[in-house]
Nanobody, 134 residues
Framework: VQLQASGGGLVQPGASLRVSCVAS????????LGWFRQAPGKEREFVAA????????NYADFVKGRFTTSRTNAMNMAYLEMNSLKPEDTAVYYC????????????????????????????WGQGTLVTVSS
């Protein structure tokens, strides 16, 4: 299984950026996906998640209303659209996937908590750096 995030870069505060994640080697449409970020000197933190199949989403409070995650199962792609970026959004952004057997059997109410925990995911990409600076 491989996940590869891309699309990071240097942007000014208030700008928008979309990062993408392409997956291979797993049944993508039945895998729940997550986005995490890690800033220098800080722990990895949850950003957003999208459930398998129907695409129910979950967001960290600090990105609600600014970030949107989506997926295109036919292309094994996931996206994190980031708007109104702030300097504090500067970090390496990672995509992660949970194996289908776990994704499919986790009920929705449990998923909202589980999807925020890095240990719930089985596969991780290398990350893409997003820098927000004037």
């Amino acid at each position: 299984v491989q996940l590869q995030a891309s699309g990071g870069g240097l942007v000014q505060p208030g700008a928008s950026l979309r990062v993408s994640c392409v997956a291979s080697g797993l049944t993508f449409r039945t895998s729940a996906l997550g986005w995490f970020r890690q800033a220098p000197g800080k722990e990895r933190e949850f950003v957003a998640a999208i459930r398998s199949r129907g695409g129910t989403t979950n967001y960290a409070d600090f990105v609600k209303g600014r970030f949107t995650t989506s997926r295109t199962n036919a292309m094994n792609m996931a996206y994190l659209e980031m708007n109104s970026l702030k300097p504090e959004d500067t970090a390496v952004y990672y995509c992660a996937a949970a194996r289908p057997s776990l994704s499919e059997r986790t009920i929705l109410s449990t998923w909202y908590q589980s999807s925020t925990e890095p240990a719930w995911y089985d596969y991780w990409g290398q990350g893409t750096l997003v820098t927000v600076s004037s």
